[in-house]
């Protein structure tokens, strides 16, 4: 959950592009809009994906799961003989 809240700091920082020029002593910082739409949709891409294997590594545990068979022992008195006749 709080991977979310950092999300649009990340996607902010990673559209600003830093340019120093020491020469005249000034530094500028400038937003790109189209850098910022590309990295939204590689996020969304990249969750998309992860929504997508953990849906079938579900499916896959599910399926797992109903194929187990279970025997149960309930002698108590412990009496290995199997044949109670």
Same mark, same amino acid.
């Given at each position: 959950?709080?991977? !979310? ?8 920082? !990673? *559209?600003?592009? %830093? ?9 500028? %910082? ?5 850098? =910022?739409?590309n990295v939204a !949709?590689?996020? !969304?891409?990249? *969750?998309?994906?992860?929504?997508? *294997?953990i849906a079938n590594? =579900?499916?896959? =545990? %599910?399926?797992? =799961?109903?194929? %187990? ?7 108590? *008195?412990? #009496?290995? #003989?199997?044949?109670?006749?």
């Open positions: 959950m709080r991977i !979310a809240l950092l999300l649009p700091l990340m996607l902010l920082a !990673a *559209a600003c592009q %830093v340019t120093e020029d020491d020469q005249n002593d000034q530094i500028t %910082v400038q937003y790109n809009q189209d850098l =910022a739409e !949709a590689d996020i !969304a891409n990249g *969750a998309e994906e992860a929504g997508k *294997a590594g =579900a499916e896959s =545990a %599910v399926d797992t =799961a109903r194929n %187990v068979d279970v025997d149960v022992d309930v002698n108590t *008195a412990g #009496n290995t #003989n199997r044949n109670s006749n």
